[in-house]
């Protein structure tokens, strides 16, 4: 999977102690909330996808961890091209995304070899949400923290998308900043994610401007026999 970028904040809440992210003028950045915003996410990320993914992928990703997916919408309700977008059937605004960011978070280094070992976010969010836990689950829970301790969190960036007319204009950037705040807050260790050797405004973008590693060259790692690289940013503790 491709984290390219084909190159306060009203929903940004993950809490309120955080530091302050860098604001852009006139866009807001906002949680996903629900399907009513899927069309919106795929339409962003196959606007330049070298391989296709379907719908059931885009779900993976936001049934289990909604809060890694993070939008970018105009302040004004418009959507880039003069005109304002309604919700069907309803009266309020709908402001149209022109970016998102798309994660989810790994048990152990995220090496794919090792299958299907996410770890769902509202599993996460507990370490946070204590009250989340009647009496009857505390024995159960108490011996899942202890399991934890132990246990490697790999955050993982699997989609990032801005539209072409809001390119060079900062958007992913801020995207992938909030995205690695959260996963960090979240008990990761590293953050990983694949782009396409071509893709030069992917590169100078997690390397240049937010200091991922090339990690592994991964040849032929595209349906269309594309290489990419594994790349990789280390948190601190």
């Known amino acids: 999977m491709s984290a390219a970028i084909k190159q306060d904040e009203g929903g940004d809440d993950a809490g309120a102690a955080e530091v302050a992210m860098p604001t852009i003028k006139g866009i807001d950045f906002v949680n996903y909330i629900n399907e009513e915003q899927l069309e919106d996410v795929m339409r962003l990320v196959g606007q330049d996808l070298s391989e296709p993914y379907s719908i059931f992928t885009y779900r993976y990703f936001l049934h289990r961890w909604p809060q890694l997916c993070i939008l970018a919408v105009p302040t004004d309700a418009d959507d880039g091209d ?36 996410g770890i769902a976010a509202n599993t996460a969010d507990q370490a946070g949400n204590p009250s989340s836990n009647d009496n009857s689950n505390a024995t159960q829970s108490n011996g899942d923290a202890a399991t934890n301790i132990n ?67 991964l040849k ?15 948190l601190d503790g």
């Open 82 to 117: 003069g005109s304002e977008q309604t919700k069907t059937g309803g009266t309020s605004k709908y402001r149209r995304p022109i970016g998102c960011v798309v994660c989810k978070i790994d048990i152990g280094d995220g090496d794919p070899s090792e299958g299907d070992n």
């Open 151 to 217: 246990k490697v969190y790999t955050g993982y960036i699997g989609m990032l998308a801005v539209e072409h007319t809001h390119r060079r204009s900062g958007i992913g950037t801020a995207l992938v900043q909030r995205a690695i705040r959260r996963m960090q807050q979240m008990g990761c260790q590293s953050i990983r994610l694949e782009t396409e050797v071509t893709n030069r405004a992917a590169m100078n973008l997690y390397e240049d401007r937010l200091g991922f590693v090339r990690e592994e060259l």
């Open 220 to 234: 032929k790692y595209y349906l269309n026999w594309g290489d990419a690289y594994r790349l990789r940013l280390w």
